[in-house]
Nanobody
């Protein structure tokens, strides 16, 4: 079992930055590929970014490419999502997820989920 707890959400002006953290407990984080997903009101959950177990491979949704960076510190059992140049359309609940079998983009293929953290971007 893996427990995931996100932090770092909040309200920010358009063009600003936030860094989300996802702390894992229960198992070594290095055993899992990690991902960030988001869900805006009235919309389906969507893929944001994913990172391999070692951190050597990362993939992003086109909508965040060049603005968001996913990283991990396996020694601290923590994954991060640095979000720059935020836009109003980035407003959503952001949730981290873990998957044993490697990087992924489909929410249905996640093994574990955190509870989510709200990010609100005002213009």
């Amino acid at each position: 079992q893996v427990q995931l707890v996100e932090s770092g959400g909040g309200m920010v002006l358009a063009g600003g930055s936030l860094r989300l953290s996802c702390a894992a407990s229960g198992r070594f984080l290095s055993s899992y590929a990690m991902g960030w997903f988001r869900q805006a009101p009235g919309k389906e959950r969507e893929f944001v970014a994913t990172i391999s177990r070692s951190g050597g491979s990362t993939y992003y949704a086109d909508s965040v490419k060049g603005r968001f960076t996913i990283s991990r510190d396996n020694a601290k059992n923590t994954v991060y999502l640095q979000m720059n140049s935020l836009k109003s359309e980035d407003t959503a609940v952001y949730t981290c997820a873990a998957r044993m079998e490697g990087t992924w983009s489909s929410p249905q293929r996640s093994d574990y989920w955190g509870q989510g953290t709200q990010v609100t971007v005002s213009s």
